[in-house]
Every structure is written in structure tokens, then in C-alpha cells.
């Protein structure tokens, strides 16, 4: 947090001058004021920061995890249901948090609350940190006075993704680190082992096979290009970066990884899991149908998904059935099509949009446990190919020169 120097007069009229950490001039002067010192000046201490910490923020590199945010909604949670002020118990984190952007957005929150505007409306100026998910359940929780209830319910929305995503990762970490390894050593060999053989087997003269001169072709390509081949990926990189990041690409990147092989059928039903969590959470919550697709459309992930529960929305404010509007988009297996009919009867939508979303979830965590199974058959016929190949083109040229040798 910022360091102020104040000067102020004490109970007897002395001036007392000094340092003091608060995250604005009102936190200072209040901290202050409960010392029994009235303050005349207060000044934030601007100190040469750090060129590292300048770009970061400049740039919008610094970024919250999801741990970090979960730790914040619990504590607000933990707070609020305890009956402490949502000022105090802003100011209270404050001291604790460490990440730079947590600390910019709840010193804004706080100044935004002293002034007078809701706390909804402080958390909405900063999306990078709060979803509109977030933002709509603490409009619903100061609409209805249980900001504690709202702030407990988006906690576990949180810990419910924070599991899924490490379940994903950690399953995708073994074959990730196999992949980057066959490539670095595709590249190792290509660049030094190979052409060391290639000049053995020029200066014999031996008659080669198509294995060996695909390999010293191959392997001569990456001497003689391999700045431009470094060039191209980077080049590539950016370029598909910045592609997906437009409306259109977005699109067609979201719908693509969704429909991989393997993995993209575990993110979709993930996202499901999202959506259903979130449909269930915001309706039991009090929040419209339409404006709950609203803000699942827009905090959802998926760009491609969300374009469909758009189109649930305008089905929905057309009239149509929630059921109908959600078999028209495709997304939904038979088995959760009869469970929507079934909530939509019964009045009781939450209840089975949860249902729904601990059906995903099981699933996801089925899946995922079994992922690396179904992909490490491939992965050791992606090294024995390779190994194949390597023992063609080089060892079988050096087993016909052992048997010349031997004659």
C-alpha cells in the first residue's frame, strides 16, 4: 500500500509529524483521527518505483489468480456475516493482500464506497478482477441485504472451478511435458547429432537409404534455416495471438478447442458445468431468467458457447420455453434435456440446474482421470516412430559399414 507523510497536532496542540501506510488519504486521516491526532496535510509519498513494477502495470501484465480471489471472497463472506462494516472489512484485506492489482481495485473499491456509490458499482470498474457473474450477485445481495449469502454462494461457485481447472491441468501436465520434450529432442538431434553422421558417412561414401537421406535432408534444412524456421514461429505466435484475439477469431479458436480430440469433448462438458452452476446460482439467487442468461453469456469463457445461451435469451424473451430454446442450440445431451423439461414442470429450475452441473462435474472428473491413459498409447507410438526412424537412417548405414568391414 502507499506510504503518506502527514503533519497534525496532537490532544495538547504539539505538532506531530510523520509516515503512515493506508490505501488513500481518507483511510489516513481516519487512522489518524482514532490515534487522537487532527491532521493538517497529508501527502502520498511517490518513491522511484521499480522499471519491472512500472511496465507490469503500464501494460496490464500484473493479473489475480483464482486462489487469490477465492481467499478474498471468503474473507469478505466470513465478514460481512459477522456484521463488520463493508468499509472496515475492505480496509482490513487491504493490509493483507500482497498482488499489486487486488490492492489497486480495493483502494478504488474503498474511495468509490466513501463517495457514496454502491459497492456493485465499485466491483463493476474493475472487470479484469471481478466477472459480471460476480457483479450481478452483489447486486442481488444489496437489493435483498444479504451481501453474506451472495459473497458465500460466489466462494464456492469459485473453489467449484478453481478444482475443475486444476483437475484439467494436472492431467494434461504429464502429456504436455512428454510433447515438449519429443520436440526439443527432434530439434537436438536435427541440429547437432545428425550432421555429425552426415560427415561420417560423406566421407565414406556410402550408398544411403531413403530413411538416412530423408533424415540428412531434414536435419540439413534445420542447419541452414533454422534462424528464419525461429523467426516464423515467433511471427506465427503473435500473429495467432492477435487473430484470436478479435471477435471472429475468438469465435472460430473457442469452437475449435471444444471439438479437439479427447480434450475438447472434457472442456465442453466443462463449460456446461459452468453454465448450469451458474444458471442454478444466479435463479435461486432471485435474478430474472433474461438477465441471468445475460450475464452467464458474458462470464461464461467461451465464446462460442456463449453465443449460443445468447440465443437461449432471445428465445426466451420471444416466449419460448427454456427446454425448447436449449434443445434448439445442441449443446445439451438427451439425458439433460429430460432434466430441464423435468425443472421447468416442476418449478424448481435451480434445483435441477445443480443437479445438471454435479452431472457435468462427475463427468469432467471422470474424464479427467482417465485422459492420461487414452493418451499415453499415442504418445509411445509418437516416440517409437521416431525412434524407428532414427534407428533406420542412421543405424542401418553404420551395420551395411560394419559388414564391409568386416569382408
Known sequence: ????????????????????????????????????????????????????????????????????????????????????????????????????????????????????????????????????????????????????????????????????????????????TVIIAIGAAMVIVNLFVIPKFA????????????????????????????????????ASAFGFRHYINTPEGKLKWHKFIINVPLIGDILHRAYMARFARSFSMAYSAGVPIIQAMGVISRSIGNEYISKHVNGMREGIEKGEALTRTAQQTGMFTPVVMQMFAVGEEAGNLDEMMSFIADFYEEEVDYDVKTLSDKIEPLIYVAIGAMVLVLALGIFVPMWDLAQLAGR
Open 199 to 234: 560427415a561420417f558417412f560423406e566421407a565414406n561414401r556410402l550408398e544411403l537409404p531413403w530413411q538416412t537421406l530423408f533424415l540428412l535432408n531434414t536435419s540439413k534444412f534445420f542447419v541452414n534455416y533454422w534462424m528464419y524456421l525461429l523467426a516464423l514461429m515467433v
Open 1 to 176: 500500500m502507499p506510504q503518506y507523510a502527514f503533519k497534525g497536532r496532537g490532544d495538547n496542540g504539539q505538532l506531530i509529524d510523520g509516515e503512515i501506510e493506508g490505501a488513500n488519504s481518507s483511510t489516513v486521516a481516519s487512522l489518524l483521527m482514532d490515534r487522537g491526532v487532527i491532521p493538517i496535510s497529508i501527502v502520498e509519498k511517490r518513491e522511484t518505483s521499480d522499471i519491472l513494477a512500472t511496465i507490469n502495470e503500464k501494460f496490464g501484465l500484473y493479473k489475480i489468480s483464482i486462489e487469490e480471489l477465492l481467499m478474498f471472497t471468503r474473507q469478505m463472506s466470513a465478514m460481512a456475516r459477522a456484521g463488520i462494516p463493508i468499509t472496515r472489512a475492505i480496509s482490513g484485506i487491504l493490509e493483507t493482500v500482497q498482488n499489486p492489482l487486488l490492492i489497486k481495485s480495493l483502494a478504488d473499491i474503498l474511495e468509490q464506497l466513501e463517495s457514496g456509490r454502491s459497492l456493485s458499482i465499485g466491483f463493476a470498474r474493475h472487470p479484469k478482477v471481478f466477472s459480471n457473474i460476480y457483479i450481478s450477485m452483489l447486486q442481488v445481495g444489496e437489493n435483498t441485504g444479504r451481501l453474506d449469502e451472495s459473497f458465500s454462494m460466489m466462494a464456492e461457485y469459485i473453489d467449484r472451478n478453481r478444482r475443475t481447472a486444476n483437475n484439467i491441468k494436472t492431467a494434461l501436465r504429464y502429456p504436455t
